[in-house]
Nanobody, 120 residues
Framework: QVQVEESGGGLVQAGDSVMLSCVVS?????????MGWFRQVPGKEREEREC???????????YYTDSVKGRFTISRDNAKNTVYLQMNNLKPEDTAVYYC?????????WGQGTQVTVSS
């Protein structure tokens, strides 16, 4: 069984910074997972979650959606089974539930999500 657990988030003001963390446990070693952060806003379905950032197995390849480039940084520590999302200069439009995703061998595992609310 694979478990994905996010932490971090909360209520912050525009311009603030927040770091999200995600720990993965299961039968595979962590470096077998490609990792990603997604977000879902109210009124959107699960299938409409936006891919915010991804990182490959070794951490040397990343992807960011345009709206967060230059503000968010995804990283991973394979020794700690953890992926991070450092979010700087937050904007009200970043308000969402943020989900961590682990992908391996064609299967996808999701965490329960963590709320990030950015007030103006």
């Amino acid at each position: 069984q694979v478990q994905v657990e996010e932490s971090g988030g909360g209520l912050v003001q525009a311009g603030d910074s927040v770091m999200l963390s995600c720990v993965v446990s299961g039968r595979r070693t962590f470096d077998k997972y490609a990792m990603g952060w997604f977000r879902q806003v109210p009124g959107k379905e699960r299938e409409e979650r936006e891919c915010v950032a991804t990182i490959n197995y070794s951490g040397d390849t990343t992807y960011y959606t345009d709206s967060v480039k230059g503000r968010f940084t995804i990283s991973r520590d394979n020794a700690k089974n953890t992926v991070y999302l450092q979010m700087n200069n937050l904007k009200p439009e970043d308000t969402a539930v943020y989900y961590c995703n682990a992908a391996a061998e064609g299967r996808f595992y999701w965490g329960q999500g963590t709320q990030v609310t950015v007030s103006s």
